[in-house]
Every structure is written in structure tokens, then in C-alpha cells.
């Protein structure tokens, strides 16, 4: 069992939480102590700070909590090997410190043995024993025994025998290394090397690079180059390629500045590193899922017959493995079979089967050299993915029909029995080793929690038996702190009775796991007439019922690019083919919308509004867009309408705003800008999943002010809904054309026609709108916030846009 332990330096060990019940001779051999590093930790309001010294009354006793406040401590020293004991004295040169947990470590002196330090988790959530933390002196680490041998005693002074609490029957032995520096500062190594290569390009010393000493570093000092050319290239000479090659480097780790101060130089190589991680990870997902699709027993190797018959009826594993070998005739072609004969040996290494190890070897190999990418991706196959489900909290009450729901939705779930929390005193602790037990039988991909059975996710974080995506229903109080870089989900409610969590807490939460997404539900405003036009959820989170929104977090959570990306692109799914095939066509860029604007007027200009005929592919596809319905029922109805009324409406005339200075000025360099903010939160752009196309409707008047401005058409923090601010300030925009028609946002001309535009939102990574918000949005990463926002996580049909340049007026659109 690995328990959340912080090394100090040399052999020093801090042991968090309810540690005294595991230093018992039988509980805690020396490699099994590791040292997980989590993010920091989130206090929630109301809550005691760690200086207050007990935990937070909203915990409800969980035992692996940070909020521990140690006094002034006693070090007991050990009898050295071979010396007489120490005196109990304090150490004189101790200076505390406290880690991302607020669990303090305090260096022993020179002549006493590693000290041990156990803070005890009492019953009611104190700090067990007295008032100041157990010490434990022993001997060094590789003096200890093993669970059969010898056993260290606890110092006098500390806690009795009494408060350790209840023996564990430990899962497993997970040892890592524990004599590696500080693990609260993994990149403490890379960080001095970073600077030694900051101080060689830095020529004149002023701290700042210039573009000249960079080049020249990179072209003269092959170290240099090793590390910042992209990967690891070597450039050395006087020609004008190498030239070229180390000026453009420049542009890449300088991020456009004309100079590169030592912040911007390390924060380019985290982002750098970020990135590999998770095209590793990535990799590592995909080659998963394709040696999933090969190995039907689950057996854990795959033999040459699953083989043989996985490329006959599988075409995306016959190309990637045999392109154009035609794995369709394989049994009745020698040459094929006799390729994927020798293929098979090769990566099975002379053995009977393939391991996954070697089929992820040859996938790496091959992918590094042709540049191919293993299909299916992540989330594709949900059959193939297994959900390690924590039974309490999810097979009760209301949330039986979530578990339906995600059983009916295909993946293979298990189980797990573990116990529901009974009461204020109730710990994770005395679960933990069955739970580690079936985590290794099953080999999950994604932990699933709600409601009172997400009491388990900070102990299994924090004693490292999960480090994998995690998918968190109902926000549990004893949640605050997420793992770095951990796929994790988080569905609350803004009208959860059980646990009233506010919306700031779960945002600063996400926010500092830096792979986090928040489904969170909220109360929109009022309309005129005192009504709300969406309800947040409560406890039991209906809206994960609808869209098939459960299924999709849980996808999210295995997405190889992060949960946020993947559901992003899942709301392109409610369009239906028709609709999306004709906003691809259109395209979902400036630049591709520019291209088919009018030749230039004989005397240079443009016509402000251009014709698009009938006949051509673009109507078409504009009315595509503007015709069809979502795949399902749309959150919002209106009396009086019907879907019979608006099949009959017709598209009269499309007319292409060709406005050069809101395209040329507003809009493009808006785009580029939301780019680059995407990319340095290490979020690749995506055209179509952070832009769309949507409709607004608004009086003759508005419409021709919108069409005629010359630097920007909308005005979003003068727009709003009909004067209610339903999701905050903004410019409003639907994703359907008849809500902005039965809404009657368009005002009918005297001949009875009415007009609308399309639009493209560079919307970027939008959050949950809320009436309370002013115009600024809420932080994303900081320094960057959201982009925009909508009314719904799951299935958006209004989007907010808060900046004039998001928004492009692209289709007049005249029906009737």
C-alpha cells in the first residue's frame, strides 16, 4: 500500500494522515512508501484553513486530508546503529516545511538516525494523540526489516498503541523509489538544467536572450541544439539552412516576443514536455485499443489465430499493420499470409502469443517512421473499455438509473462492494487493500464515483493505488486537490441538496489539475415573465440522463487529448449527417470563408452584400444548415409552432456579407489570437470544435447596423436577451435557426418575408453562462479565461460571445 508520504531530503520521511496504523511491523515494509505528488489544494468556504489546526467539518472524517496543523515538534532521536540512544531534545537547525497538503517535515540532526513522522487522523477528524505529531526514529531505511523480520518501535512520546486505529490487510506492495529529492518538486532537475542552457545562450548575461545569441548558440554549441531544436536536431554551420533552421526555433520558443527572459524560456520546455506526454499517452491509448480489438478472449495475449482473423475482418487494423497487403484475401493469398506470418513472429519475438508490450513496441516503431496514427482512437469502442464503478453511491436511490444508463451504454462494468461511509468517524482506510486487490485483478481504464461513494477518490489518489481517468458525480466534500496532469471529470449541480457546493470552488479545482473538465449545471436567469428557462440539476444530476451524456464524460475521461477536447467534439454529434456535412463544406475558418467571396468591382471595391445563386453549392448548403432539425428534441418550445409550419418555410435568397474591415480587422485577428491562447494552455485549435456556425435574429434596423460597421458588427456587452440577462452579458446566438424563428427574434417585413444571419463563433472553450457573470468570465488557466459560454455542457443550443471579434456575420438570409 502506498500511503501520501513527503521526503524531505537524505532519507527523511514525513507520513500523512491516519499513518500510526501502518508502522506496525506486519503493516509497513520500507519499499513499499511512496510519495504521489497532487496538485494544491483547494480550500472550500467555510472551510478551517490548515493553519487552523483540525480539518474541515464538511470532510466527514475522511482520513487522508491535508488540513493538519503541526505544532512545534519533538524529535526523539533512535539508537544508531552501534551508538547510544539520543536524548528527546528539539532539533536546532529545523526549519518546517510544509507541503502541497499542509503536512510539515522537520530535518532531524546530524548525529540522529532518518525520522519518521506520523500524524494520526482522530476520530473526529483531529489529529490523533496530542497536540503536537508523533515521532517515529528509526533506523536507516536498508537496516529495516520486512514484514517477517525485526520489528522498529514507536519513540516514547508518541501516540499510544490506542489511537492507531484498525489494522489493514494490505492489497498489494507497490514500492517505488523514495531517496530521489523532493517529490513535491519533480521538475527541480530539469529546471537546473534549463538554466544552465539559458546561462550558455545568454551571451552578454543580461538575463535576456536576443535573437542573435540565440542563433549563434544553436549553431555553434551542439548541446544547445540538441535541446531546443525540435526533436533534438542537430545544427552546425555556416549555411543558410542551418541559418533558417535556428531563426525559426527563435520564433517557436520565444512565442512571438522579440526577446526570451528565463520564465518564458522554462515555461516553453513544461509546455514542450506536456505535450510529448500526452502524445505518448495518446499512443499508448490507441495501440490499447487496437490490441483490445485483436485480443476478443481478454485473454492478455494475443494468439497468431486472433491475429490472422482480426486483420481479415478488421480494414483500419489491415491497413495500419499490412498496408496494401489486401488482409480481405488474407487465407487466400500465400504471399499475404505468408506476410502476416513473419509479421507475427517478428513481434511476437519467437514466442506463441504477443504481449501487449511488444505489439505497443512494433505500433511505435512503425508510427515513428511512416507517421501513421493506430485506429480506432480512445473512446471509440466503448465494449473494450472497462469501468471500475464503486457500487455505493451509484446503485441506490435515483442514481439506479445512471448505472442502468451506463450499462446499456456498452462498456464493461465492474462492481466494486466496497462499503458505503456510516457515520462522522468513518475512514477509506480499512477498505483500501480489497479495493487495491480488485484494481489489479480488473486493470480498469476509467474510476467511476457519485454521490457518498466519492469518499474513496482522495484516499485511492492520494495512496496511489489509481492514478488513472476518473469521472466524479456529485462533488464529494473530502475532494480538494486533483492529482497534475489526471483526466478527471466532475459533474455537479448548481441545486445539489446533499452536497451545496459553490461553482467558484469546483472551477478552482479544475483548474489546478490541468486536465480537468467541470460539468456543472446551473439555474439560468429569469425571463420577464419570472420564469427560468433551465433548472440546474440536483443530487440525483438528471441531465447526465439526456444526450447520453453520462457515457460521453466517461468517454471524455479516456480521450487521449483530455475530457474538455473530447466533449467539445461531441456536440457536433447531436447535428444531424445533412447539417454537418454542410457547415464542413462551408468550412469553419475566415480564410475558407473568404475564399469565396466576389472578384473586386471594376473601381477596387466590393459590394457590401453578395447574391449566391440558387443553383450552386453553397445555397444549398446554407439551407442545409438552416433547414434541418437536431437529432433530438431541443430543451426550448414555443406555443403556437409546429414542425409542420416550419417544414413549410422557404429559403428565398441568401445573400454573403462581404465586409473586408470586420473579416480583415475584427475577425481574423481575433482567431489568431484565441489560437494562440488555446495552444500555450497546451490545447491544440481545432476548426469546428472551437468555432461554429449558429443564427441571430434581430430588428431591420439592428441587422443593418450589424451588416454596414466597419470595425464591428455586434456589440456584445450593449446585447442581450430581450432585456434578461438569462447567461450574462453578451451577444446571443442559437444553434438552430427555428428557435431564433419561433421566438420570435425575427420581425416579419411588410410583405411578409423575414431575415436572419449565419454566423461563425470562434467560441473557443466556452464555460457554463451565468447571470451573475459581468462580462468577465471565469479563469480557465490562469492568466487565460474562458472563450465564451452557453447555457449547457451536455447539449448547447445558445452560445454567449463576450468579444465583438468572435462573431462574423457570414449569410443574410431572407425566408418566408
Excluded at 462522522?424 to 457518498?452: F, N, R, T, Y
Excluded at 431591420?700 to 446585447?719: M, R
Aim: proline share 8%; with cysteine; charged share 20%.
Amino acid at each position: 500500500l502506498r500511503l501520501a508520504v513527503v521526503a524531505t531530503r537524505g532519507r527523511e520521511l514525513c507520513l500523512s494522515s491516519h499513518a500510526m496504523a501502518l508502522v506496525s511491523p506486519p503493516m509497513l515494509p520500507p519499499a513499499a512508501i511512496r510519495s504521489p505528488v497532487l496538485g494544491s489544494r483547494v480550500v472550500r468556504p467555510g472551510a478551517a484553513s490548515p493553519s487552523a489546526g483540525a480539518s474541515s467539518p464538511r470532510q466527514g472524517g475522511a482520513s487522508f486530508s491535508g488540513a493538519v496543523r503541526v505544532a512545534s515538534p519533538t524529535v526523539v532521536r533512535a539508537r544508531s546503529p552501534g551508538g547510544p540512544a539520543g536524548a528527546v531534545s528539539p532539533p536546532a537547525s529545523a526549519s518546517p516545511a510544509t507541503s502541497a497538503f499542509g503536512v510539515r517535515a522537520v530535518s532531524p540532526p546530524r548525529s540522529s538516525g532518518p525520522v519518521v513522522r506520523v500524524l494520526c487522523r482522530s476520530p473526529s477528524g483531529g489529529v490523533g494523540g496530542s497536540s503536537s505529531s508523533a515521532v517515529f526514529a528509526s533506523r536507516p531505511p536498508s537496516d529495516l526489516k520486512g514484514p517477517r523480520g525485526a520489528s522498529s518501535r514507536f519513540a516514547s512520546g508518541g501516540a499510544s498503541p490506542s489511537a492507531r486505529g484498525p489494522p489493514l490487510a494490505l492489497g498489494r506492495r507497490i514500492s517505488t523509489p523514495c531517496q530521489q529529492g523532493a517529490p513535491g518538486r519533480p521538475l527541480l532537475k530539469e529546471e537546473e538544467e534549463l538554466r544552465r542552457a539559458f546561462t550558455l545562450i545568454d551571451a552578454d548575461q543580461d538575463g535576456i536572450i536576443s535573437r542573435l545569441e540565440f542563433v549563434n548558440a544553436v549553431r555553434r554549441n551542439p548541446v544547445v541544439a540538441s535541446l531546443v531544436l525540435p526533436n533534438g536536431g542537430v545544427c552546425q554551420g555556416d549555411d543558410e539552412l542551418c541559418f533558417d533552421i535556428a531563426d525559426e526555433a527563435f520564433d517557436i520558443v520565444s512565442d512571438g516576443k522579440r526577446r526570451i527572459c528565463l520564465q518564458d524560456f522554462v515555461l516553453h520546455f513544461r509546455r514542450r514536455a506536456r505535450e510529448a506526454k500526452r502524445e505518448a499517452a495518446k499512443a499508448v491509448s490507441e495501440a490499447r485499443a487496437m490490441f483490445d480489438l485483436i485480443d476478443v478472449d481478454r485473454s492478455g495475449a494475443i494468439s497468431k489465430l486472433e491475429f490472422v482473423k482480426a486483420l481479415v475482418r478488421n480494414a483500419k487494423l489491415e491497413r495500419f499493420l499490412l498496408p496494401g497487403s489486401g488482409g480481405a484475401q488474407l487465407l487466400d493469398n500465400e504471399k499475404v499470409f505468408d506476410t502476416a506470418n513473419l509479421l507475427f513472429k517478428s513481434m511476437a519475438g519467437g514466442r506463441r502469443h504477443i504481449d501487449f508490450q511488444a505489439f505497443q513496441r512494433y505500433c511505435r516503431s512503425i508510427g515513428s517512421e511512416s507517421g501513421r496514427s493506430p485506429l480506432p482512437s480512445s473512446g471509440g469502442d466503448r465494449a473494450s473499455r472497462c469501468v471500475f464503478a464503486m457500487s455505493a453511491g451509484l446503485r441506490v436511490g435515483q442514481h439506479v438509473r445512471l448505472a442502468c444508463m451506463l450499462e446499456a451504454a456498452g462498456f464493461r462494468i465492474y462492481w466494486c462492494d466496497a462499503p458505503a461511509p456510516d457515520g462522522p468517524g468513518w475512514s477509506a482506510l480499512p477498505h483500501l487493500g480489497i479495493i487495491a486487490g480488485e484494481l489489479a485483478e480488473v486493470k480498469p481504464d476509467v474510476l467511476l464515483c457519485a454521490s457518498v461513494g466519492g469518499a474513496y477518490v482522495m484516499p485511492l489518489w492520494q495512496a496511489g493505488l489509481w492514478d488513472g481517468p476518473t469521472v466524479l458525480i456529485n462533488a464529494h466534500p473530502s475532494v480538494n486537490s486533483v492529482p497534475p496532469d489526471l483526466p478527471f471529470v466532475i459533474a455537479h449541480g448548481s441545486n445539489d441538496q446533499v452536497f451545496p457546493t459553490p461553482r467558484a470552488f469546483l472551477e478552482d479545482l479544475a483548474s489546478i489539475g490541468g486536465n480537468c473538465f467541470l460539468y456543472f449545471t446551473g439555474n439560468s436567469g429569469r425571463l420577464p415573465s419570472g420564469h427560468l428557462s433551465r433548472l440546474g440539476d440536483g443530487h440525483e444530476m438528471e441531465s447526465l440522463l439526456q444526450y447520453d451524456c453520462l457515457p460521453r464524460l466517461v468517454d471524455s475521461a479516456l480521450c487521449p487529448e483530455g475530457p474538455e477536447t473530447h466533449m467539445l467534439r461531441s456536440w457536433r454529434h447531436q447535428l444531424t449527417d445533412a447539417r454537418s456535412k454542410a457547415e464542413q463544406w462551408l468550412g469553419f475558418t475566415p480564410h475558407s470563408f473568404q475564399q469565396r467571396w466576389a472578384p473586386l468591382l471594376p473601381d477596387g471595391g466590393r459590394r457590401l452584400l453578395a447574391d449566391v445563386p440558387q443553383s450552386s453549392e453553397e445555397f444549398r448548403c446554407v439551407e442545409a444548415a438552416f433547414k434541418e432539425n437536431p437529432k433530438e428534441m431541443p430543451a426550448y418550445t414555443f406555443a403556437n409552432t409546429s414542425q409542420e409550419q416550419w417544414d413549410a418555410r422557404r429559403v428565398l435568397r441568401v445573400q454573403r456579407v462581404e465586409n473586408v474591415f470586420q473579416a480583415d480587422n475584427n475577425a481574423r485577428p481575433y482567431f489568431t489570437a484565441l489560437q494562440q491562447s488555446l495552444e500555450q494552455q497546451g490545447v491544440a485549435f481545432e476548426p469546428g470544435t472551437h468555432t461554429c456556425w449558429a443564427f441571430h435574429g434581430a430588428a431591420p434596423a439592428a441587422l443593418e447596423s450589424i451588416l454596414t460597421n466597419p470595425v464591428a458588427g455586434f456589440q456584445p456587452l450593449a446585447s442581450g436577451t430581450r432585456g434578461a440577462s438569462l447567461w450574462g452579458p453578451g451577444t446571443y446566438y442559437a444553434r438552430d435557426a427555428r428557435y431564433v424563428c419561433d421566438g420570435g427574434f425575427c420581425h416579419p417585413a411588410p410583405d411578409g418575408t423575414r431575415q436572419m444571419l449565419m454566423c461563425m463563433l470562434a467560441t473557443g472553450i466556452p464555460c457554463l453562462g451565468d447571470p451573475s457573470h459581468i462580462g468577465v468570465l471565469p479563469f480557465r488557466q490562469r492568466p487565460h479565461r474562458y472563450n465564451s459560454s452557453v447555457d449547457s455542457l451536455s447539449c448547447p443550443e445558445v452560445y454567449i460571445i463576450q468579444h465583438a471579434g468572435a462573431a462574423l456575420p457570414c449569410y443574410l438570409i431572407t425566408f418566408a
